[in-house]
Every structure is written in C-alpha cells, then in structure tokens.
T-cell receptor
Framework: SQQGEEDPQALSIQEGENATMNCSYK?????LQWYRQNSGRGLVHLIL?????REKHSGRLRVTLDTSKKSSSLLITASRAADTASYFC????????FGAGTRLTVKP | GAGVSQSPSNKVTEKGKDVELRCDPI?????LYWYRQSLGQGLEFLIY????????KSGLPSDRFSAERTGGSVSTLTIQRTQQEDSAVYLC???????????????FGPGTRLTVL
C-alpha cells in the first residue's frame, strides 16, 4: 500500500501562478519529504519537514504539515515553465513509501 | 562530489532472461534503497540495506527479485526469468541514515530503464 498519496494527480497552470499540491498519509511519522522528478528519472529532494514543524520555506517553496490531519501541502509560488515535473511526497514510516505523484505542467 | 550512479542506463531484454542492475551509492552513505517506477506510476519500494544489517526485503514483488550489497557499497539488483510486467525504471537511492531509517535525505540515481520484450 502507498503511504503518501498526492492530490491532485495532475495540475496545469500558467507561468507566474501558484501551484498547490497536497499529500495525505496514514500512520505516524517523524518527517515528510517532498521530491521532484523530471521526465521519469532523477528524483531530486526538495524539502524535509519534521513532525514538530508546521511550516517550512525554501526559496519559492512552502511546505505545511498538519499531523492531526495527516496531511501536507507543497506550494510553489510564481511558477516557471522549468517547474514542470512530477512531485512526490514520502514519509519516513517504517516502510517508506511514495505516492503516485502530482504531475505539474506550467505553461509559458 | 559524485552522486549516485546506476548502470546500465537502459536495458532491453527478452522475456525469460536474467538481468543485473548496478548501483554505486554516494561514498560514506550507509543506507541504500531500490525502487521501481512503472510508467506513470509512483515509486514502489523494493529493498533497503543499512550498513551490515540484514536487508529489508519486504518490498520485493516475487522470488525472482534479489539484491545484494557487497562491502557496504555497490549493490546489484537481479531479476531472474524476466517478465513483461517487470518493465519499469529501477531507481537506486542512498542516504547517510545517521538518524535511523528514512530520517535522512535520499539521493537518487538516474535510474535504469528496463524493457522486457
């Protein structure tokens, strides 16, 4: 079973708009991580948020974590065409799992 | 420094043949993970190595899949008697794992794209 479940599955926006992706999980965690994947290869770690943190920023990225709802969101502000990729969340539960990802398309 | 490398980058094989996929983790990383990703799907955990401990094989889909890690470094994922449904991108990742499983960032290799005809 998948531990992280991203939503929506696909998102298409115009350059300059903000993109919000959500992730839900099922068990208690110590941390949650967001990754980005271009063209089916090469996952890149974006940001890690620990269970005692509620919000974290990194450049144009903002991640929130609500442990009571077992959910996290990733906000990309002022999106660029280069942000087009799939975004995955993953938890550190005993069996680390990734969801199916959100496919983000940013149109120039 | 060098990242995680995987070889080959692409592998085409015939159904029933065995294949070996190689992963070179980042030097000093004690944890190593194998995942696979079918077209348009998420990442599926396969196996996890941590130092000299027995590997967690809970994600291996069948007994045709096996993996080993020699000297705590290079890992080989072997798929015996390949089937068409084995076609996927196989990704390897490593981490320092100093804080226990999955509390450290995983660094992913570029993957091996396996096609079983």
């Amino acid at each position: 079973s998948q531990q992280g479940e991203e939503d929506p599955q696909a998102l298409s926006i115009q350059e300059g708009e903000n993109a919000t992706m959500n992730c839900s999980y099922k068990t208690s965690i110590n941390n949650l991580q967001w990754y980005r994947q271009n063209s089916g290869r090469g996952l890149v770690h974006l940001i890690l948020i620990r269970s005692n943190e509620r919000e974290k920023h990194s450049g144009r990225l903002r991640v929130t974590l609500d442990t009571s709802k077992k959910s996290s969101s990733l906000l990309i502000t002022a999106s660029r065409a280069a942000d087009t990729a799939s975004y995955f969340c993953a938890t550190d539960a005993w069996d680390m799992r990734f969801g199916a990802g959100t496919r983000l398309t940013v149109k120039p | 420094g060098a990242g995680v490398s995987q070889s080959p980058s692409n592998k085409v094989t015939e159904k029933g043949k065995d294949v070996e996929l190689r992963c070179d983790p980042i030097s000093g990383h004690t944890a190593l993970y194998w995942y696979r990703q079918s077209l348009g799907q998420g990442l599926e955990f396969l196996i996890y190595f941590q130092g000299n401990s027995a590997p967690d094989k809970s994600g291996l889909p069948s007994d045709r899949f096996s993996a080993e890690r020699t000297g705590g470094s290079v890992s080989t994922l072997t798929i015996q008697r390949t089937q068409q449904e084995d076609s996927a991108v196989y990704l390897c990742a490593s981490s320092l794992a100093s804080g226990g499983r999955s509390t450290d960032t995983q660094y992913f290799g570029p993957g091996t794209r396996l096609t079983v005809l």
